[in-house]
């Protein structure tokens, strides 16, 4: 078991790995496990970068991010050009229908509406507007229709977990309410979590997956 010494050093050393990620302006601290990332970065995708990086450490129970974006005044846009450039790309994404998510954008920050079938359509509509430049930040807001039963859905994550022969499969439990699904129990390792949460959103008719999972080292 690391201490938060230990853990806090780790981190850094992380950031400082990581080559898209400028560690000198970010402030890390730890306290009983738990990490927060604060500072400036010069962009949304560095904030996401460095809390990916912090993500891979052994150790980290929970990950807080505080990270302001100040874009640098090449990287600032109009919120329209913004707007107009998500728009586009979205068009151009062959995984989503024709003007099913619709682009709003304040400050930089985009919010993203409108309804899809899949989770994979809703993160790949967040993930190809991501890279913009202006971008400050992402709100998904994208809406998932139902299509299946809370049965069906709660057999189809547990048949993903153990098809995908995740080591903690049976000591994670699923509830399903309405299109909700709560993932209870334990894990050993962030992949671990992220694949459990990965089958969830894997399956059709899931509007929101709540992680309750606990980390154990």
Request: no cysteine; charged share 25%; proline share 2%.
């Amino acid at each position: 078991m690391k201490t938060d010494v230990q853990l806090q050093q780790d981190v850094m050393a992380e950031l400082e790995w990581e080559p898209a990620v400028h560690a000198s302006q970010i402030v890390v601290e730890v306290k009983n496990g738990a990490v927060t990332l604060a500072g400036d970065v010069g962009s949304y995708l560095e904030k996401l970068n460095a809390e990916r990086a912090a993500q891979r450490v052994t150790g980290v129970k929970a990950l807080a991010v505080a990270l302001k974006v100040k874009l640098p005044e090449y990287g600032r846009r109009k919120d329209a050009d913004i707007a107009e450039s998500a728009r586009n790309i979205l068009g151009w994404t062959s995984s989503l229908p024709p003007n099913a998510v619709k682009v709003a954008v304040q400050g930089g920050w985009m919010t993203l509406t409108g309804d899809v079938e899949w989770q994979f359509q809703r993160q790949d509509a967040a993930d190809s507007v991501r890279y913009l430049l202006g971008v400050t930040g992402i709100t998904n807001q994208i809406a998932i229709r139902p299509s299946l039963s809370a049965t069906v859905v709660k057999s189809d994550i547990e048949a993903a977990l153990s098809r995908r022969a995740v080591a903690d499969a049976k000591t994670i439990a699923v509830e399903v309410k309405g299109t909700d699904v709560t993932l209870t129990g334990t894990v050993h390792s962030w992949a671990e979590r992220d694949l459990a949460t990965r089958s969830a959103w894997g399956t059709a008719g899931v509007g929101k997956v709540i992680d309750k999972l606990t980390l154990i080292f």
